[in-house]
């Protein structure tokens, strides 16, 4: 009712299609006005979080998680890294791919395809041809590295790839990302990009986000949860058995038909 809310259960048998479920459920729910950070998803283990969050940054989904995690596990900081390899090494295939595929530039396969029939390698010169906008973008970025810091750099990248309008969901990871460059720039006498991509190759997995989502989807587990309240609570991978009780035991059943018993 009203007062004391409302539970709502569905059986999902392939596990993983859940995950999908999740994220359709939280955009379903936002539509119909409830806050992101009104919603909480409660999971029993920590890597069953990992795989929500990937996928709510896929949709741009703001989120809060349970804890501090790597700067370079978000997908925005990948990319941006995947640009200052290119730019370092322009000549280098498996950059430009990474690049090119990104959210940021969306080449299609097919235009990818063409260029490798034709030219072998794909390379600026022959992506000219087919995506001339995008060659001149990556040919201007090229241009500024002659000439700015690693943190100006970043800033022009900022600013020309829209980077905070294509990643919404990660804005404080991309301004850690800048915050990282301009101390690391200041740390030492002479600095290079190859320096400083060096530095977050060697490194970066164990440099933890310092900021976080003011607002967003609580991701935590059941049992850091005790205790909370939240509007609205989602709880995935009940696939098996589930015991709950004070004095005794409740479990959840999964009948033929895919309705749940206890």
């Known amino acids: 009712n009203r007062e004391d809310g409302y539970i709502y259960i569905k059986a999902i048998k392939d596990k993983g299609e859940i995950v999908d479920q999740v994220v359709e459920k939280i955009k379903s729910l936002h539509e119909k006005g409830v806050d992101y950070a009104d919603i909480a998803v409660l999971c029993e283990k920590n890597s069953e979080i990992e795989e929500i969050e990937l996928l709510l940054k ?16 978000d997908y925005a900081a990948i990319d941006i890294m995947n640009i200052l390899r290119f730019i370092s090494d322009p000549e280098a295939e498996i950059h430009i791919l990474s ?4 959210p940021m530039f ?31 973008t990556l040919e201007n970025l090229l241009k500024y590295s002659r000439y700015l810091s690693v943190s100006k750099l970043l800033l022009k990248l900022f600013e020309d790839l829209a980077i905070f309008e294509t990643y919404p969901s990660s804005r404080d990871t991309i301004l850690d990302l800048y915050e990282l460059s ?29 900021t976080a989502s003011i607002e967003g989807v609580q991701l935590s587990t059941i049992h850091s949860a005790k205790g909370l309240e939240y509007h609205t609570v989602i709880i995935p991978y009940l696939t098996k058995k589930q015991s709950y ?14 309705d749940i018993s206890g």
Do not use: C, H, Q, W
């Open 58 to 73: 896929r949709n741009n989904i703001s989120f809060v998680g349970s804890g501090k995690r790597s700067l370079l596990d």
């Open 99 to 102: 690049v090119l595929r990104s």
């Open 106 to 136: 969306r080449v299609k396969y097919d235009v990818l395809e063409k260029i490798k029939k034709k030219d072998e390698k794909i390379s600026l010169k022959s992506i000219s041809m087919y995506e001339p906008i995008t060659a001149e």
């Open 182 to 210: 301009y101390n690391f720039e200041s740390s030492k006498a002479e600095t290079s990009l190859p320096d400083f991509i060096e530095y977050l190759e060697k490194s970066g997995k164990d440099i933890k986000s310092k």
């Open 245 to 258: 009780g004070l004095e005794g035991k409740y479990n959840f059943k999964e009948k033929e038909n895919g």
